[in-house]
Antibody, heavy 127, light 110 residues
Framework: QVQLQESGPGLVKPSQTLSLTCTVS??????????WSWIRQPAGKGLEWIGR???????NYNPSLKSRVTISVDTSKNQFSLKLSSVTAADTAVYYC???????????????????WGQGTLVTVSS | QSVLTQPPSVSAAPGQKVTISCSGS????????VSWYQQLPGTAPKLLIY???KRPSGIPDRFSGSKSGTSATLGITGLQTGDEADYYC???????????FGTGTKVTVL
């Protein structure tokens, strides 16, 4: 059973960089055709996809956050990480890491879906 | 601003059925498979349906999914108090090049 666990500071000052790590257990982060994603949810609001990384190091980011986001992977530690720069109060949210599976149809990716999630960690941006 | 629209809330009595709609466009639902997630209060989302209508192991067949054109629907039959949660649809948007989620629907068991 794959498990994911987020870790990192719960409080970040405005204009600084938010840094979180997701540790994967119960399976190798390098095995299978999976992406590894970050998703966030402000209090009382919906889900927002931040971006993903493949174990090759290839990344995709939400265009609205792309200029501030960096996702990296450390396969030796079975971890992947999120850095979000120049944070403001609008970045206050619960941050989830998740495994993203894909469905191939006739050689084309027809679906991406999140089959395992971490429990989430609240990050508050405040001075 | 989500590109996938869901009703804010639905409700029904125990044992009854509810359906939740998810409306999108040709760049998302129209050309990609849909997934559904259940988020119980204070917990992380959980995958309920993937590839429009498939259930992961352990998800009861009271939960079902379907897709037609640019809309998808989640159905819950035999409603239980434990089904009270927020439900989100999700898919890839080929024009935006990002994963998108629905606005979310709160299910209340009367």
């Amino acid at each position: 059973q794959v498990q994911l666990q987020e870790s990192g500071p719960g409080l970040v000052k405005p204009s600084q960089t938010l840094s979180l790590t997701c540790t994967v257990s119960g399976g190798s982060i390098s095995s299978g055709s999976y992406y590894w994603s970050w998703i966030r949810q402000p209090a009382g609001k919906g889900l927002e996809w931040i971006g993903r990384i493949y174990t090759s190091g290839s990344t995709n980011y939400n265009p609205s956050l792309k200029s501030r986001v960096t996702i990296s992977v450390d396969t030796s530690k079975n971890q992947f990480s999120l850095k979000l720069s120049s944070v403001t109060a609008a970045d206050t949210a619960v941050y989830y890491c998740a495994r993203e599976a894909i469905t191939m149809v006739r050689g084309v990716i027809a679906a991406y879906y999140f089959d395992y999630w971490g429990q989430g960690t609240l990050v508050t941006v405040s001075s | 601003q989500s590109v996938l629209t869901q009703p804010p809330s639905v409700s029904a009595a125990p044992g009854q059925k509810v359906t939740i709609s998810c409306s999108g466009s040709s760049s998302n639902i129209g050309n990609n498979y849909v997934s559904w997630y259940q988020q119980l209060p204070g917990t992380a989302p959980k995958l309920l349906i993937y590839d429009n209508n498939k259930r992961p192991s352990g998800i009861p067949d009271r939960f079902s999914g379907s897709k037609s054109g640019t809309s998808a629907t989640l159905g819950i039959t035999g409603l239980q108090t434990g089904d009270e949660a927020d439900y989100y649809c999700g898919t890839w948007d080929s024009s935006l090049s990002e994963n998108v989620f629905g606005t979310g629907t709160k299910v209340t068991v009367l």
